[in-house]
């Protein structure tokens, strides 16, 4: 548990890191050119409608608000009978989803930063906002400088002094769009964790009617991101595409192998082993055969079903059984 947590920390701290490194722009990227007559470059920047701040606000916040009141929910719904107890398990759960969607969400935004500084093409307002030299002059001198090139400027400098350092370094960095990776590995693990997790509330429940319109609100704000990005002249359209398949593929893989499909047969054993609880491991596998004595006083071998099966039969919620339930279960 301790080489875990020290795993955690330090992926968690280089992450952060090589972030900072890219956008200070330490590690250079590859030096493209564009051409004079790019009509796709030549759109005025106006601005986000969706901020990078709302865009990180949500992606940080709205996931831990949505995990707390779904294990809320299925907390009420064990029996349990101390609501201490109860509410520890809810923010203990919490917790372990919590951490792997950061683990997923640091991994989606450095591929999409790396993936930036790799490929480097020009944003839609590439030439508003770099005013490049060789540009200075107009279209046509532009298209003299590169006659030998059919109009392809390969070296150029951002002439702009109105602008930061950072805003000219972002200016090429179209490739893919960051807005929709993380808007959509947002959506896509908090649309599976309703599906799976919610799935364990009764069936008349009212929160069932709900999980529907909660997923479509998931989407609804992915779409909205993304297709803003195309609207406010910030990604070409292919930008927002490559940035959503990334953003899905990383959303699969954190959903699927970091938290095995939100099955609650795991939450018990998982959150019991976080917790460093002994006996909770064996919880999570098969009970052994069980010795027993025959009217003849002969040893028998019965063989009984896995506690991780007969608990998510049994139970609505299997991540409300504790170590000590489980061990009066063996």
């Given at each position: 548990m301790r080489f875990k947590f020290k795993l955690r920390v330090w992926w968690f701290f280089s992450v952060l890191l090589l972030l900072l490194v890219i956008e200070t722009g330490w590690l250079p990227g590859a030096k493209t050119g564009f051409y004079c007559q790019d009509s796709t470059i030549a759109h005025k920047f106006t601005g986000d409608t969706i901020s990078l701040n709302v865009l990180l606000g949500v992606a940080f916040v709205a996931p831990v608000i949505a995990v707390f009141s779904i294990e809320s929910g299925c907390g009420l719904c064990s029996g349990a009978p101390d609501e201490g107890p109860r509410v520890l398990r809810i923010w203990r759960h919490t917790w372990v989803w919590y951490r792997e969607y950061l683990l997923g969400l640091g991994m989606v935004i450095l591929a999409t930063e790396l993936a930036k500084i790799m490929v480097s093409e020009p944003r839609p307002h590439f030439l508003h906002t770099c005013k490049p030299d060789a540009m200075a002059n107009g279209l046509e001198h532009c298209k003299l400088l590169a006659a030998d090139t059919q109009g392809y400027i390969a070296e150029f400098n951002c002439t702009n002094t109105e602008v930061s350092d950072y805003r000219l370094r972002d200016s090429i960095k179209s490739f893919p769009s960051g807005h929709?990776?993380?808007?959509?590995?947002?959506?896509?693990?908090?649309?599976?964790?309703?599906?799976?997790?919610?799935?364990?509330?009764?069936?008349?429940?009212?929160?069932?009617?709900?999980?529907?319109?909660?997923?479509?609100?998931?989407?609804?704000?992915?779409?909205?991101?993304?297709?803003?990005?195309?609207?406010d002249h910030r990604h070409h359209a292919h930008d927002v595409i490559a940035g959503s398949i990334l953003g899905a593929i990383f959303g699969m893989i954190t959903a699927r192998f970091f938290c095995g499909d939100f099955w609650p047969g795991q939450c018990a054993v998982r959150l019991n082993q976080d917790a460093g609880s002994e006996g909770a491991s064996s919880g999570s596998t098969a009970v052994g055969s069980l010795d027993e004595r025959n009217s003849n006083g002969l040893k028998t071998q019965h063989q009984h079903p896995s506690v991780r099966r007969l608990l998510s039969s049994t139970s609505s919620y299997s991540g409300s059984v504790s170590a000590d339930e489980l061990r009066e279960v063996r």
């Open positions: 929709a990776s993380v808007s959509v590995f947002t959506a896509y693990f908090l649309i599976c964790f309703l599906q799976r997790r919610m799935a364990g509330l009764p069936r008349k429940s009212p929160s069932q009617f709900l999980k529907p319109w909660l997923q479509c609100i998931c989407m609804t704000w992915a779409l909205l991101c993304a297709l803003s990005r195309v609207n």
